[in-house]
T-cell receptor, first 113, second 116 residues
Framework: DQQVKQNSPSLSVQEGRISILNCDYT??????FLWYKKYPAEGPTFLIS?????DKNEDGRFTVFLNKSAKHLSLHIVPSQPGDSAVYFC????????????FGTGTQLKVEL | GAVVSQHPSRVICKSGTSVKIECRSL??????MFWYRQFPKKSLMLMAT?????????EQGVEKDKFLINHASLTLSTLTVTSAHPEDSSFYIC????????????FGPGTRLTVL
């Protein structure tokens, strides 16, 4: 049962344009969400997170939007740069101070010149 | 800060042998570390939660006798794949939890295990 889903396995965007990566979840107990970036043969690196009490969090070129009613979140990267090309995972954590992260299947982003 | 290392980065072994993978938090103490496994083009699947000084908590479907976890200190956790078989070939990633407001997890670079 995939509780966190990233339905687009890949996305291609031109340099300078906006990249929008989507993530849906089914578990209403999730209250904290994170986005990670991963290069091949490396571990994920943290990008940005959002608590369920917010609907938007921004950090430089990265903005995460959360729509709790739709159980949907998205990561916006603008402007996109070639170095952003990587696999992006969204992850979710249940409330109550638990540590377990549930990951989506990832979206391969390719930023083209 | 918050650097996590893994050793080895890549290992090839024969079927039936055991392989130990180390996960270290280099600049912080981690009471909790996590072990994940990633199959090609798949998500990271949590295998177990490793707590310093106590037994690890395994996720459903993960054989605790096959994947031995030891968290002997606040900076080191080890995963031993016992009697490895080709189906154990995978990318194993650890993470260490930095205690704080959001209990951030920092990931190691991963270990590619190939069992012949």
């Amino acid at each position: 049962d995939q509780q966190v889903k990233q339905n687009s396995p890949s996305l291609s965007v031109q340099e300078g344009r906006i990249s929008i990566l989507n993530c849906d979840y089914t578990n209403s107990m999730f209250d904290y969400f994170l986005w990670y970036k991963k290069y091949p043969a490396e571990g994920p690196t943290f990008l940005i997170s959002i608590s369920s009490i917010k609907d938007k969090n921004e950090d430089g070129r990265f903005t995460v939007f959360l729509n709790k009613s739709a159980k949907h979140l998205s990561l916006h990267i603008v402007p996109s740069q070639p170095g952003d090309s990587a696999v992006y995972f969204c992850a979710a954590r249940e409330g109550g101070g638990g540590n377990k992260l549930t990951f989506g299947t990832g979206t391969q982003l390719k930023v083209e010149l | 800060g918050a650097v996590v290392s893994q050793h080895p980065s890549r290992v090839i072994c024969k079927s039936g042998t055991s392989v130990k993978i180390e996960c270290r938090s280099l600049d912080f103490q981690a009471t909790t570390m996590f072990w994940y496994r990633q199959f090609p083009k798949k998500s990271l699947m949590l295998m177990a939660t490793s707590n310093e000084g106590s037994k690890a908590t395994y996720e459903q479907g993960v054989e605790k006798d096959k994947f031995l976890i030891n968290h002997a200190s606040l900076t080191l956790s080890t995963l031993t794949v016992t009697s490895a078989h080709p189906e154990d070939s995978s990318f194993y990633i650890c993470s260490a939890r930095l205690a704080g407001v959001n209990n951030e997890q920092f990931f190691g670079p991963g270990t590619r295990l190939t069992v012949l």
